[in-house]
């Protein structure tokens, strides 16, 4: 039962162009959906992050959007960077519990 | 400000051991979370303490994995005995409490 699908397992994007990575949710109960972001050997970082009550959040040149009738997330990032190569998370959570449930990553490459 | 501690970084073991890794939160973080990623695969929360108390721990196979937290600082996680579909990156996150989650560099578990 897989509650959180990003069905692109990698992307790649001319540097300065616009990068869409998108993620799909089963559950309706999820209170926020946070984006983080790994690079090999190291630990995820945070991201970005939206509350269900929000359909736009941005910080830079990066923005999520959540359609919670679509029950579907998207970060854009504009302008990529060669820097923002990495695997993406999404990661929907319930605001009682601190529980994130992850999708399985979107591997992002920016191309000089 | 110090991030996650984890160690050991990376680990080989042959299946039926018995392996042990360790985490120390951020300075100050109430909550600690142990998570399981297999390559390919998002990561899975096995087990999240608040302080010293389990929180949730559904996903823990409690047969072979045991964890601890004592003084709610510092916590353990074990695996005894291990078996091939162990093998995967460990990942100790901790929060102040059920807000941004800001994870170690993990440990690269290989069992053969």
């Known amino acids: 039962d897989q509650q959180v699908k990003q069905n692109s397992p990698s992307l790649s994007v001319q540097e300065g162009r616009i990068s869409i990575l998108n993620c799909d949710y089963t559950?309706?109960?999820?209170?926020?959906f946070l984006w983080y972001k790994k690079y090999p050997a190291e630990g995820p970082t945070f991201l970005i992050s939206i509350s269900s009550i929000k359909d736009k959040n941005e910080d830079g040149r990066f923005t999520v959007f959540l359609n919670k009738s679509a029950k579907h997330l998207s970060l854009h990032i504009v302008p990529s960077q060669p820097g923002d190569s990495a695997v993406y998370f999404c990661?929907?959570?319930?605001?009682?519990?601190?529980?994130?449930?992850f999708g399985q990553g979107t591997e992002l490459s920016v191309k000089p | 400000e110090a991030g996650v501690a984890q160690s050991p970084r990376y680990k080989i073991i042959e299946k039926r051991q018995s392996v042990a890794f360790w985490c120390n939160p951020i300075s100050g973080h109430a909550t600690l979370y142990w998570y399981q990623q297999i390559l390919g695969q998002g990561p899975k929360l096995l087990i999240q303490?608040?302080?010293?108390?389990?929180?949730?721990d559904s996903q823990l196979p409690k047969d072979r994995f045991s964890a601890e937290r004592l003084k709610g600082v510092d916590s353990t996680l074990k695996i005894q005995p291990a078996k091939l579909e162990d093998s995967a990156v460990y990942l100790c996150?901790?929060?102040?409490?059920?807000?941004?989650?800001?994870f170690g560099p993990g440990t690269r578990l290989t069992v053969l």
């Open positions: 996150a901790s929060s102040k409490l059920t807000d941004t989650q800001y």
């Open positions: 559950n309706s109960m999820f209170d926020y």
């Open positions: 303490f608040q302080n010293n108390g389990v929180v949730d």
């Open positions: 990661a929907p959570g319930y605001n009682q519990g601190g529980k994130l449930i």
